[in-house]
């Protein structure tokens, strides 16, 4: 991708190499498992064969005497409940199981084969119980209840619980008048979909290892995107001192929000507790990381939109029913902020949403690169049925109906002039896929052509208050080093902010280093590494800080350069005189204070600090959804062309492409690998990825023998271009856009496929043999 | 991580690789001979193999041969698919070794992938199409047995007996053939289907592997593929039934998707050789 801002920026815009690069390639960086601390232990858990069943009785006698072995802990040596945001999951499963695969019992040994082999000594007896397969199940008036003390649990004041049954979260969108518009509207639609729960597949397993020194400081180094959340969940459920808790936190192997909230920390501390506070290494085995510990959500929706005869919506009426799988996690937040989110970009004047998160006998979900806006997919399906309707084009369509500055949001929040241009970017994405020529293309021999097009947009979704700060220090020959709470897990954003304080100061990025681990009793308070919003909001700190160091160095130099502050600059290493350029100071020799030949010394080392802090967010109304719970939104549109052979349903994949309005672009290399790789996530959970279940309940392809995902070589064409409506408060105009590309993708594939064979394809994944089996369906519309 | 210790064996022989087994097996251990290990590591840190002792067949010389000699094509069982696919002496066996991706095939030996617990076996199925003669050496010493006589679904090898290698008639090699490979969606995956065809002095032959769970080769399956007196548009579906046998299926893919890509790929098959 050609560098596109040269000209106005000196840093900014340019394709810069990743600061984290060389090592990782490699093979040199340290995740958080290549540490080994001098007496450390290992962990390893023994998983539930059932999806749902009693626990009656759990005996470690055996496996206590294996060699090696330190201690075998079960859920009855540890009566407490975690949670990010309602306290509904003990460490270990106590009284019974709710999901294939939940960790029963810990054995912690000496090495990690003997905590492994102790493991087949464990002997548990199961008492099964009826299975919840799914949302809808799970809301059947006689379906089992798989949390009979909902009504106990702890939760923040925004997530809504309804004890007595599985609903872990309801979350009401009510905008207009819904029933009224659908009767008047000219042509409703109205489709049933779903997909499967599934995993992020990192390449870096989760992993954490916990001591408790001597002073009762708990250390905990943690594969984690959110070392300050975990931080303060940890003081708030084991009563730990916050300032007596280290959270370590090393650049992660992927992470795609998988590791944005706490997993095995709290865990990992209780184990490290049971050995008199040795360091404890609890690292997930593959098979546990798909599912022991969350995965990707599932979902269950219909979707109804209305239109005018020329094509304006005027209704949505949605139903979301997340797969929360048995515990709530990050899930009850995603319900939520998918409802936030749905419809998606489009003005709808009536908005009527439903969005649960629900329990089911799956293993539990997370976060996933967004965040509940698997809402978009039934919606851009049902779009492209309407533009069947309607007999038009669905790209025509969505530009139609494209928000704009100054409409309501679904949460009726006005949309302010940052908002981006969804019409330019269907435009471009058309452009990019080549929908002039057809949309479908028959090329005989039982093999069609065909393109699909998509919107989405996404806010960050993140607590009201949420801040980020940055530190900066200086070196003696100039360099500064930049301290802040962001955790690097791929997306280059160590990168970005370096470029953005190296534009500032008008110095190389080279010239400015990034702390590659960050410590949270060292680094400034962050809230996570999630929602797209680190280089947004940590670029704004950085900012700030740069001109607070800036400041501090002009002031030590208006001395002995004797002029003002205000006539003062710094570029290029130096802080010289504006209208006189010659006349300056290096700034090795200003930034740990100025020495004057007779060695007197003045001003100091200067520390850059700068903050920032999320602006006018609001929560949402319980009943309504009224608020204003979005920072920025970042709009763009998605188009995906197959080729399907007719007569096995096999296909192809050919190309994939995405225009997302981000403002500005820090780094369009770096910019464009977020997109792509955002989009072969999505590739992966739409053609191929999603756990199969069996009739009990169980994971059958709980191991990457039967779980695929796509590889390298397998991928199509991507193509990525950005347009840039300016942020006006982001840094230097930007916005957030590391999960966007995942968001368009599950539609715009579906759409490709369903215009191929003529028929609605409205599950996920969309294998060959869900396409044949489609075409061969008797009844029209067929699924699901 | 494979969770227990294991014995290891590294012969440099066929005698030595013999008495390395009876070695173990007298020791009690539960013993395997492997070229790639692709399988036992992977079975193993799961806990549904626990192999006591491991016999490395890749520096036994016999075990990783690939030549021609007396007019037939020699694979050693101990090759790793990727050198099997670069050997290029057999064009239907280098296609259908292009299984998984590279990096393991660098792995992944020709005997593994026959004699291995995976139930596709996809590379035994141009050697039964072929004619094969598999040399195999055990306590008893060493004997050649046509390959159809000892593999019915998998390898029906005597205790203690290693495949060395296969061997198939040159001429074999240059028939006419076709084949077809179908996947639930990434090609990385298990086939739902593999089909062989290969056309000899005007009869064509067929091996089929996923369909019906294992490697399957039938005669009465042939016979109604060569019958002139059957419609040709009638022969996949009298093929199939004339076998006899359940077809798979599983979570990759139901019985009627199988049956339907095997009939595809018999109908297309017998267009192509006809």
Not at chain 1, 454 to 474: Q, Y
Not at chain 1, 732 to 741: F, K, P, T
């Amino acid at each position: 991708m050609p560098d596109v801002s040269g000209s106005e920026y000196r840093y900014l815009g340019r394709s810069i190499p990743r600061k984290d690069g060389p090592d990782k390639v490699s093979g040199k960086l340290r995740y958080a498992d290549d540490v080994h601390p001098p007496g450390c232990l290992h962990a390893a858990l023994l998983t539930s064969p059932h999806a749902h069943a009693k626990i009656l009785s759990i005996d470690g006698t055996a496996a206590g005497a294996a060699p090696g072995v330190r201690a075998v802990v079960t859920g009855q040596d540890f009566p407490i409940l975690l949670g990010l945001y309602l306290g509904d999951t003990p460490p270990l499963a106590r009284g019974k199981v709710r999901h294939f695969g939940e960790p029963v019992a810990a054995v912690i040994a000496d090495t990690p084969y003997q905590a492994r082999a102790a493991l087949d000594l464990v002997r548990v007896e199961y008492e099964q119980l009826p299975v919840v397969h799914s949302p809808r199940e799970a809301l059947a008036s006689d379906a089992p209840i798989i949390h009979e003390a909902m009504a106990s649990y702890v939760h923040i004041p925004p997530i809504h619980p309804e004890p007595e049954s599985n609903v872990a979260n309801r979350t009401r969108i009510r905008k207009g008048d819904v029933d009224a518009a659908l009767a008047e509207a000219d042509v409703v639609v109205s489709l049933d979909f779903d997909f499967p729960p599934g995993d992020h597949v990192a390449m870096e397993p989760r992993a954490a290892i916990a001591e408790i020194r001597a002073d009762g400081t708990v250390v905990i180094r943690s594969s984690t995107q959110a070392p300050f959340v975990v931080r303060a969940l940890m003081s708030t459920f084991f009563g730990i001192p916050i300032g007596k808790i280290v959270i370590e936190g090393p650049p992660i192997g992927g992470g795609f929000g998988g590791k944005a909230g706490i997993q095995l920390e709290g865990l990992a501390y209780l184990l490290s507790r049971s050995v008199g506070g040795r360091p404890v290494r609890l690292v997930n085995s593959r098979e546990d990381d798909l599912v022991a510990s969350p995965g990707h959500i599932g979902l269950q929706a219909t979707v109804k939109l209305g239109a005018t005869r020329d094509g304006k919506l005027v209704a949505a009426d949605l139903l979301y029913l997340f797969d929360s799988g048995g515990y709530a996690d990050y899930a009850v937040n995603m319900s939520r902020a998918g409802a936030i989110a749905a419809p998606g970009p489009y003005n709808v004047p009536n908005i009527r949403t439903d969005s649960l998160c629900v329990y089911t006998n799956h293993p539990f979900a997370t976060a996933y690169r967004g965040f509940g806006h698997e809402v978009f997919y039934p919606v851009e399906r049902a779009m492209d049925e309407l533009a069947a309707e309607l007999g038009m084009d669905p790209v025509v369509l969505r530009a139609r109906n494209a928000i704009r500055p100054g409409d309501l949001s679904p949460t009726q929040s006005v949309m302010d002039p940052n908002t981006g241009d969804l019409a330019r970017c269907l435009e471009r994405a058309a452009e990019m896929i080549g929908w002039e020529d057809g949309s479908r293309i028959d090329l005989g021999g039982g093999r069609v052509r065909a393109r699909g097009i998509s919107a989405f947009w996404k806010a960050p979704a993140m607590p009201t208050n949420t801040d980020a700060g940055v530190v900066l220090t200086f070196n003696e020959d100039g360099s500064a080093n930049l301290s802040s709470g962001i955790i690097e897990i791929g997306q280059g954003t160590y990168t970005g902010v370096a470029q953005i304080v190296a534009e500032r100061f008008g110095m190389s990025p080279d010239m400015v280093h990034v702390s590659p681990e960050i410590q949270t009793h060292r680094a400034p308070h962050d809230w996570a590494t999630a929602a797209s919003r680190s280089l947004f909001m940590v670029g704004r700190a950085a900012l700030a800080a740069a001109d607070d160091a800036i400041d501090q160095i002009k002031r030590t130099a208006s001395a002995p350069l004797r002029c003002s502050v205000e006539e003062l600059a710094v570029a290029d290493g130096r802080v010289y005189v504006r209208d006189d350029p010659d006349h300056g100071l290096a700034l090795r020799d200003v930034v740990l204070g100025y020495v004057y030949p007779d060695g007197n010394a003045i001003g100091g080392q200067v520390i850059g600090r700068g903050n920032y802090i999320a602006r006018g967010l609001t929560d949402i109304d319980a009943y309504t959804g009224e608020g204003h719970p979005a920072l920025e939104w970042t709009i763009g549109a998605q188009a995906v062309e197959v080729e399907v052979d007719l007569r096995d349903g096999s296909y192809e994949v050919l190309k994939a492409v995405c225009a997302m309005d981000v403002g500005e672009v820090i780094n369009p290399a770096l910019a464009r690998a977020q997109v792509v790789g955002g989009m072969a996530m999505s590739l992966g959970f739409s053609t191929t990825e999603g756990y199969v279940f069996d009739r009990r309940g169980r994971v059958e392809n709980a191991v990457l023998r039967d779980f695929k995902i796509p590889r390298y070589g397998e991928h199509p064409v991507y193509d990525v271009d950005f347009v840039r409506t300016p942020q006006g408060d982001g840094p230097y105009g930007a916005r957030g856009l590391g999960e966007q590309g995942v968001l368009g993708i599950p539609g715009a594939f579906a759409n490709a496929v369903s215009r191929a064979i003529g028929r609605p394809v409205n599950r996920l994944p969309i294998t060959p043999e869900r396409i044949w089996s489609t075409l061969h369906e008797d009844t029209e519309g067929g699924e699901p | 991580m494979i969770p227990h210790n294991l014995v290891y064996y590294r012969p440099s022989s066929l005698e030595e690789a013999v008495a390395a087994y009876r070695e173990a097996d007298e020791a009690g251990l539960d013993t395997f001979y492997y070229g790639g290990g692709t399988e036992i590591l992977t079975f193993a840190r799961r806990g549904n193999l626990k192999p006591g002792a491991v016999i490395d067949i890749k520096h036994i010389p016999e075990c990783m041969a690939l030549r021609e000699e007396g007019g037939r094509c020699l694979f050693g069982a101990g090759l790793p698919l990727n050198a099997v696919i670069e050997g290029g002496s057999f064009p239907l066996l280098s296609r259908a070794a292009v299984i998984v991706d590279h990096t393991v095939r660098n792995r992944l030996s020709l005997g593994g992938n026959i004699a291995g617990r995976l139930p596709y076996r996809e590379t035994v199925l141009p050697f039964l199409l072929a004619d094969a003669e598999a040399r195999l050496v055990g306590p008893d010493g060493e004997r050649g047995v046509p390959l159809r006589e000892v593999f019915d679904r998998r390898l029906k090898l005597e205790s203690g007996e290693l495949l060395i290698s296969l061997s198939v008639p040159r001429a074999i090699t240059e028939t006419p053939w076709f084949y077809r490979r179908r996947v639930r969606k990434t090609r990385l995956d298990y086939p739902v289907l593999t089909a062989c065809f290969v056309k000899v002095e005007g009869q064509i032959r067929a091996a089929t592997t996923a369909a019906f769970g294992f490697p399957v080769w039938s005669p009465r399956f042939d016979d109604v593929l060569n019958d002139g007196a059957i419609p040709v548009s009638e022969r996949p579906a009298r093929a199939i039934d004339a076998a006899g046998l359940r077809i798979a299926d599983n979570a990759r893919a139901s019985a009627a998707y199988r049956r339907a890509l095997l009939e595809s790929a018999i109908g297309e098959a017998l267009d192509a050789l006809l």
